[in-house]
Each structure stands twice: as structure tokens, then as C-alpha cells.
């Protein structure tokens, strides 16, 4: 096994719960989709050694996973179409009263906006948390072992996660199911 964590890092709506039910087939991994969000210091952290966890949350402490996984770490970051991201947060943004959304947390916590953003600002403010977030997994992937996956290439880049950790268990059927779409709108 080459690689003790794994941390699939994305700004959300980009295949990270197809990432993690594709994984959830390899035998040489253990894989969960935001199974510690909810957690509060050293537990928010907990993660079992040879496991794979996607949570967009998780560029948020990057401070935290560095110190606390320093070796032996590969982080993916998980690619969708740009706009195809953005509408997914504009929709979400404007049908969903989930109080811990992150575009809520977002729009009204991090840039500080008690009151409601325009109609025509929503989309705008979808695209914004999305470069935001993609500039910060970037900036942190600089001089770490990363390898980008792409969620609509086909399996392609998926294929190379898989030859990279050395993935073990039935392959046809964790390709099968990176190919099929989970947590749709």
C-alpha cells in the first residue's frame, strides 16, 4: 500500500460522493463522505490509517490535515466542469434551506452579508465560492503529492488514482460505478 490517507479535496458538487461509492469497492481502502464533518477538534481529524475520505469542507483546515497527516498523504483534487459546478451551487443556492450549505455559510458567514443577496448576484456569488475554493486547493497542492481527477474525462484520470494507490478489490466494479451519477440535484 503506498499511501496510509487519502483526502479527495473539491469545493463540493464535483463527484466526491461518486468518488467515495466507486472507492467503497477497493479492498486496500476503507472510503467515507463527509464521516467526520460534525466533529470538534482532534475528532474532526480521526481518520483511520489506508483510507479514503472526500469532505469539501476539508479545505478549511489545511493547517490541520499538513500537521496531522504529514507523511505518506496523497490528495486528490477533484475536477468539474466550471460552470457545471456553479450552476449545481447556484441551483442548490436557491432551492435548498439546509442550514449547514456551504454556499449559506459562504455567502453570509465568510464574506459577511447578514442580509440577502440579490437574484441576480446568486450566480455570481456561486461562482465566486468556486474559484475561491479551487484557488485554495491549488495553492496547497503546490509541494504535496496530489494528482488531479477529472470528473468528466471519461474514467481516464480516475484509472491513473487507481494504478497510483495500487487499488485492490473487484476494479470492474469500482470503474462501473465512478461512471454513474450520485447526489444529483
Given amino acids: 500500500m503506498r499511501f496510509k490517507n487519502i483526502f479527495v479535496l473539491s469545493p463540493g458538487r464535483s463527484g ?39 469532505d469539501n469542507r476539508l479545505i478549511w483546515f489545511t ?60 450566480r455570481d456569488l456561486a461562482a465566486f465560492y468556486v474559484e475561491t475554493v479551487q484557488s485554495n486547493i491549488e495553492f496547497f497542492l503546490k509541494y504535496r503529492t496530489h494528482l488531479t481527477v477529472h470528473l468528466e474525462d471519461g474514467g481516464e484520470s480516475f484509472n491513473e488514482f487507481l494504478q497510483l494507490i495500487k487499488g485492490e478489490g473487484d476494479m470492474d466494479k469500482v470503474r462501473s460505478t465512478w461512471l454513474e451519477v450520485h447526489n444529483a440535484r
Fill in 16 to 54: 466526491s460522493k461518486t468518488f467515495i461509492e466507486a472507492s467503497s469497492h477497493l479492498t486496500n481502502y476503507s472510503a467515507a463522505h463527509e464521516s467526520l464533518s460534525a466533529h470538534l477538534g482532534d475528532k474532526r481529524f480521526d481518520y483511520p490509517a489506508h483510507h479514503i475520505e472526500a
Fill in 63 to 122: 493547517g490541520d490535515l499538513a500537521k496531522r497527516f504529514p507523511d505518506d498523504v496523497l490528495y486528490v483534487n477533484l475536477i468539474r466542469d466550471f460552470d457545471a459546478t456553479v450552476d449545481s451551487f447556484h441551483h442548490r443556492l436557491q432551492n435548498s434551506s439546509y442550514r449547514a450549505s456551504i454556499m449559506n455559510a459562504f455567502a453570509h458567514g465568510i464574506l459577511m452579508k447578514p442580509g440577502d443577496w440579490r437574484a441576480d448576484q446568486e
